[in-house]
C-alpha cells in the first residue's frame, strides 16, 4: 500500500536545531516490525549531562556525571517500560504513571487516556514543556498504537490541553512527536497533529537516520527499539553522546 504526504524524518529533524525530546512510533517499511525511537537533547549543562541506561523491564535516565547533577525532578525518569503485551514510551515519570494504572486496573482499552487525564505539562516556566506519550499493544502478530500530548494552552499554566491519537499501523508510516516546534526563549510547544513520516526497516537504519540529522550540539541519547511482528523478538539501540 502506497501512502501519500509523508514526511522524510531526516528533513524534520535537520532542519530543527532544538525539537527538544522526540517519540518515533510506527511500522516499518517491509511491514515486519513495529518501531520505536526515542530521543532527548539539552540545552543547559544538566540537560546535558545525562546517559540512557537499560535495564530489565525497562529503561532509565541517569547522570553521566554525578557529581554535576543539579537538579533530577524533571530530567531523571524512565523513559520506556515493558507492561505486559504493551511498550510504554515517554518524555518524564509519566511512564510510570500509565505502567502503575494498567497494573492497578487492567486496560479496557482506554487505560492510556485515563492515566493521562491524571497528569499535565511540566513545571518549568516559562516553557512549560508538553508532556509526550506512546503505547504499542502487541497481540495475535500484530500491534495498534495510541500518542498523547499534554501541552498547556497556548502557554497559559491555568489550563491544560490534552490530546489523544490512536493509529493502525500502515507499512513505511511512522508518527512523529516532539515537545517543542522550535529553538526558542520561551520555547515554543509542539503544535499540531504527531507528524507523518517514513520508516525504514531495521533497528540500525532507524538509529542511523534519527542520529546522524540530530542537532550535534544539543542531541544527548537515543533509544532505538524494534519489534518483530513475527516472533515478538526485539532488537534494541542505544547511544549516548557521553560515553
Known amino acids: 500500500m502506497s501512502v501519500k504526504g509523508l514526511n522524510r524524518l531526516e528533513d524534520l529533524l535537520k532542519n530543527n536545531s532544538y525539537p527538544g525530546r522526540g517519540i518515533v512510533v510506527g511500522k516499518s517499511a517491509n511491514g515486519k516490525n513495529a518501531m520505536i525511537a526515542y530521543f532527548i537533547m539539552g540545552r543547559s549543562a544538566n540537560s546535558r549531562n545525562r546517559v540512557f541506561e537499560r ?9 553521566f556525571d554525578e557529581s554535576k547533577l543539579v ?9 520506556f517500560l515493558e507492561c505486559g503485551k504493551s511498550d510504554i514510551v515517554t518524555n518524564g515519570d509519566q511512564t510510570d504513571t500509565v505502567y502503575n494504572f494498567i497494573k492497578e486496573n487492567g486496560d479496557d482499552g482506554f487505560a492510556f487516556e485515563k492515566s493521562l487525564h491524571t497528569r499535565e505539562f511540566e513545571p518549568d516556566n516559562p516553557n512549560f514543556t508538553p508532556r509526550i506519550s506512546a503505547i504499542l499493544n502487541y497481540a ?7 500518542m498523547s500530548i499534554l501541552k498547556s494552552s497556548d502557554g497559559n499554566p491555568e489550563v491544560c490541553d490534552r490530546y489523544f491519537y490512536s ?6 508510516l511512522g508518527h512523529f512527536i516532539h515537545t517543542y ?3 526558542g526563549n520561551p520555547i515554543p510547544s509542539f ?18 537516520l534519527v542520529w546522524n540529522n540530530l542537532n550535534e550540539d544539543n542531541k544527548v541519547s537515543l533509544f532505538v527499539r524494534v519489534v518483530s511482528l513475527e516472533d515478538g523478538k526485539a532488537q534494541e539501540i542505544i547511544i549516548n553522546k557521553n560515553k
Open 55 to 63: 535495564y530489565e523491564g525497562g529503561m532509565r535516565t541517569k547522570a
Open 71 to 79: 537538579d533530577p525532578s524533571l530530567i531523571i525518569y524512565n523513559p
Open 140 to 146: 495475535d502478530n500484530g500491534f495498534k498504537y495510541k
Open 167 to 172: 493509529y493502525a499501523p500502515i507499512n513505511g
Open 181 to 183: 516546534e522550535c529553538d
Open 191 to 208: 503544535y499540531g497533529e504527531p507528524e507523518r513520516v517514513e520508516l525504514p526497516n531495521t533497528v540500525s537504519e532507524l538509529a542511523d
